[in-house]
């Protein structure tokens, strides 16, 4: 099992800038990517962005791509989504998620392509 804790959710606003993070434990030799999701109420789980752990190469949803980052610190286990320009669609809770990958390129995208998750962080952008 592997177990996520996010942190860094809170109110901003728009324009304003955010850094999530997600710091993985247990057997994480197990996976190899990281993930970000969010959700609002009554719409599907959507993903941002995914990174592979050992090549640090990342990939992101066009709705968020020139606006946020994830990094990661392999020594802590923890990723990191930096949000700049923050907009009132931002408004969701962030979820973290680790995997197995076959291929960080095509794959990663999808819920169902995570193995574990984080309980989640609210970001509220007000406008």
């Known amino acids: 099992q592997v177990q996520l804790v996010e942190t860094g959710g809170g109110l901003v606003q728009a324009g304003g800038s955010l850094r999530l993070s997600c710091a993985a434990s247990?057997?994480?030799?197990?996976?190899?990517?990281m993930g970000w999701f969010r959700q609002v109420p009554g719409k599907e789980r959507e993903f941002v962005a995914r990174?592979?752990?050992?090549?640090?190469?990342?990939y992101y949803s066009d709705s968020v791509k020139g606006r946020f980052t994830f990094s990661r610190d392999k020594s802590k286990n923890t990723g990191y989504l930096q949000m700049n320009s923050l907009k009132p669609d931002d408004t969701a809770v962030y979820y973290c998620a680790s995997g197995r990958l076959l291929n960080i390129i095509t794959m990663g995208k999808r819920r169902g392509d995570w193995d574990y998750w984080g309980q989640g962080t609210q970001v509220t952008v007000s406008s």
């Open positions: 247990g057997r994480t030799y197990s996976t190899n990517a």
């Open positions: 990174v592979g752990w050992s090549s640090g190469m990342t």
